[in-house]
């Protein structure tokens, strides 16, 4: 990727991977799972652990290419979703336009989160390897939803910021190690926190 963005020498800009059998268009600037297996085993925890109910608002932070979104719009009455990266955006929106009630927004979540009128019910986040901001963090103590779940690829950023929702008062419901690089020190983890 050179600052003008991708050249594309030969084929297409972007890339279709599957995930429990549903495309995904990820196109060179955006992150995805390289592990599309291990990305499915994380989707499936999430689809049967979250309490999802119809109609419930769920609020997307980092959501990438919409991932974890695809799977939880069917179930919402609203789904919202916050990415800063432009290109993970142009992604989304072609990932998830069969759907009338997801709202995307581009921006830094530490910025659009604190200016978003909303209470969700369950909210999802997947920061990257340096954690939550400070500002969304303060947004997420302010919200407490019913449920947040904290998808983490750094368990010491992991750690930082599960001892300060903690001390803001959510509850540890459940941790969840994923082996997405077998033979190495990298783990995700998925933490289940109640916020009420």
Not at 157 to 184: I, N, S
Request: aromatic share 8%; hydrophobic share 45%; proline share 8%.
């Amino acid at each position: 990727l050179s600052p003008e963005g991708p050249a594309v020498l030969a084929g297409e800009a972007f890339a279709m991977l599957e995930v429990l059998g549903r495309p995904f268009r990820v196109s060179a600037g955006s992150f995805f799972q390289v592990n599309t297996a291990m990305a499915a085993a994380m989707v499936t925890h999430l689809l049967e652990t979250l309490p999802l109910q119809d109609g419930q608002t769920i609020l997307d932070l980092y959501s990438g290419v919409g991932l974890f979104s695809a799977f939880l719009a069917p179930r919402a009455g609203r789904l919202i979703a916050v990415e800063a990266a432009p290109s993970a955006c142009e992604d989304f929106a072609f990932n998830l336009d069969e759907f009338d009630n997801v709202e995307l927004y581009q921006g830094e979540a530490g910025v659009v989160l604190p200016s978003l009128e909303v209470q969700p019910q369950i909210v999802i986040v997947d920061p990257p390897r340096a954690g939550l901001e400070r500002p969304v963090l303060d947004a997420l103590l302010r919200l407490r939803p019913a449920v947040l779940a904290y998808v983490s690829c750094d368990p010491a950023t992991l750690a930082r910021d599960c001892k300060r929702l903690l001390a803001g008062g959510y509850t540890l419901r459940q941790v969840t190690p994923f082996d997405l690089f077998p033979q190495t020190y990298h783990i995700e983890s998925i933490v289940l926190m109640s916020g009420k």
